[in-house]
């Protein structure tokens, strides 16, 4: 009987000084909406660039003004960027920059406020999933209830490899992660202390989605 490979479970959190100042501004209460939405795409842009460091590339013959030459262009499986509602949106919006022919998908899910359960309410994924790597993308990984429940959707439309992006964890949501869906990688900006008595990280930066879209 062959040795069953155990899941890998892997976590980065990259600590690029630029990444860790832009969250810090994040945090800070005084942050107006304006200013907190250009940081969450900033910091998207930056997680991108370490969540996507293991992209295929081949090398392709093109010519410069001064020599043809092999260069390396990204090959491979395509990509889908997934939000969950709301509070992704404001990362793949800002990673489709980086991504044009990325396609997008929505998952749309909230917290019970009482059960701190989701709640999903919409799903629109491409068709084509299962051929892509999808990023899945949500700001805040604080009970893991969300990420999970959306891995779950993901999987049942046929996604086979599947990374989650967050700007901030705590252990809890990263194990609860880990030990529902151990085959998914998560990349996250920073990890916080935990949870309070509403499953809001601490210190944490508050409501990401409130604070996105400027409501309470
Ligand atoms: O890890 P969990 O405990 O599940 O919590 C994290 C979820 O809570 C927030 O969404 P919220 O329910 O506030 O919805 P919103 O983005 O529409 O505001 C956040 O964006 C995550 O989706
Ligand atoms: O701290 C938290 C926890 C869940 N959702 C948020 O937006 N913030
Ligand atoms: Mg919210």
């Not at 980065?12 to 795409?41: I, N, W």
């Not at 509602?85 to 899910?109: C, D, F, Q, Y």
């Not at 949500?138 to 996604?159: F, Q, R």
């Not at 880990?178 to 309070?196: R, S």
Request: hydrophobic content about 45%; overall charge negative.
């Amino acid at each position: 009987m062959s040795p069953v490979e155990p899941a890998p479970r892997k976590l980065t959190a990259p600590q690029h000084p630029l990444l860790q100042h832009k969250l810090s501004l994040m945090r800070d209460v005084q942050t107006g909406v304006k200013e907190f939405r250009e940081l969450a795409a900033e910091v998207s842009l930056l997680l991108a660039y370490e969540a996507m460091r293991d992209l295929e590339t081949e090398p392709t013959t093109l010519t410069t003004p001064i020599a043809t030459a092999e260069f390396p262009m990204l090959s491979g499986k395509k990509l889908a960027l997934v939000a969950i509602l709301r509070a992704g949106l404001i990362m793949t919006e800002s990673m489709v920059r980086l991504i044009p022919a990325a396609k997008v998908g929505h998952i749309g899910m909230y917290r019970d406020p009482e059960t701190l359960e989701p709640v999903a309410y919409y799903s629109k994924l491409p068709a084509d999933i299962s051929e892509r790597r999808v990023f899945l993308t949500d700001p805040m990984l604080a009970t893991g209830g969300s990420a999970v429940a959306a891995i779950e959707t993901l999987k049942a439309a046929g996604a086979v490899s599947i990374k989650l992006m967050s700007i901030l964890a705590v252990p809890e949501g990263i194990k609860r992660v880990h030990d529902a869906h151990p085959d998914v990688e998560i990349v996250t900006a920073a990890i916080d202390d935990g949870l309070n008595d509403h499953g809001y990280i601490v210190p944490g930066l508050g409501d990401a989605g409130d604070r996105i879209y400027g409501t309470k």
